[in-house]
Every structure is written in structure tokens, then in C-alpha cells.
């Protein structure tokens, strides 16, 4: 009987110990996202806190994965009310290339900077590339590879983002 009660007090602090863990991971997020936004720090805060949890109630992301990419966009120059409007268009493409919603936050503001886009176009790029995927044989680590590449290239040759995805699904 004493090793059992052991055995349950072992698990009960494995359970608090790890849960202290997650939420400090995603109040670092939150905080590191919130600091490279410049603006009112704790209205920042907030704002992400709210927004990473209630998105990870209707999404398979967790919300210091959504944390997480608050912060890419705040290093990219996003603002508040930008990233705000973006994390959704990043979750949804995240979910249709199958990829981390870091990875996917890194792969769509690469694309709009590559490609001179404002911040408002990346519902579309974003839309652009779910159906380059549905639609041809490309993936999402295809797209990024091309922009990385051949997207600074293509952009000055006058070749639009979607004229690109064009003829790499050929």
C-alpha cells in the first residue's frame, strides 16, 4: 500500500511540474513576442495571451506554438493588429501544408518579402499556396526551397508570386 501512495505522489508532481513548465514556455513566448512588438507591453500581452488561447480551443495548435508564431511575425516587423489579423491565415496554412506553424509563420512572411507584398496580401499568398498544393504535386517545403531561392529572382523579373507557383506545379 505505501509503495502505491508513493507511486501516486510521484505522479501528482510529475503533473504539476510539467504543467509548470508548459505555461512558463508560453508565458516566454508571449512575453518575447510582445517585446518585439514595441508597443504597450502589457496590453501586448494580454492581447496574445487571449488570442494563442482561444485559437488553440478551435485548432490542433497548442498556445505556445501560437505564442511562438506571434513572435516570428514581431521579428519580421508585424505589428500588433497585423500579427492579430495574420496568425489565423498562418494557422489555416499550417494545417493544409502539414507543417509547424513556425516553420509556416517563417515560410509566408519570406514569401511576402521576397516577393514586396504588403503584410494585407498574405491571406491571398497564403490561399495562393493551399491551392498549388491541392492541386499539383507541390508541398510546402517545395514552395519555401522556390522562394528561397528563385522568389528575390523572380520578383525582380517582374514575375508575380502566383505566376511562379504556376510554373513550378507544371
Known amino acids: 500500500f505505501r509503495e502505491a501512495f508513493y507511486e501516486i505522489g510521484r505522479e501528482i508532481k510529475s503533473f504539476f511540474t510539467e504543467s509548470f513548465h508548459t505555461f512558463k ?4 513566448q508571449v512575453r518575447k513576442a510582445a517585446s518585439l512588438m514595441g508597443t504597450e507591453f502589457l ?3 494580454n492581447e496574445i495571451n487571449k488570442s494563442s488561447l482561444k485559437l488553440s480551443e478551435t485548432t490542433r495548435y497548442t498556445a505556445t506554438q501560437i505564442a511562438e508564431s506571434f513572435g516570428v511575425l514581431a521579428m519580421n516587423g508585424l505589428n500588433l493588429k497585423e500579427a492579430m489579423s495574420a496568425i489565423p491565415v498562418v494557422l489555416d496554412l499550417a494545417e493544409a501544408g502539414a507543417y509547424s506553424v ?6 509566408l512572411i519570406g514569401t511576402v518579402h521576397s ?3 504588403s503584410v494585407d496580401s ?6 495562393a ?3 498549388a498544393m ?10 519555401a526551397y522556390t522562394v528561397q531561392y528563385a522568389g528575390t529572382t523572380a520578383d525582380a523579373a517582374n514575375q508575380s508570386f502566383g505566376q511562379m507557383l504556376g510554373i513550378m506545379g507544371v
Request: no cysteine; net charge negative; charged share 25%.
Open 115 to 117: 516577393f514586396n507584398l
Open 122 to 127: 498574405m491571406k491571398s499568398v497564403a490561399n
Open 25 to 28: 514556455e508560453f508565458d516566454d
Open 43 to 45: 496590453t501586448t500581452v
Open 102 to 107: 513556425e516553420r509556416t509563420t517563417e515560410i
Open 134 to 143: 491541392t492541386t499539383s504535386a507541390l508541398s510546402m517545403q517545395r514552395i
Open 129 to 131: 499556396m493551399t491551392n
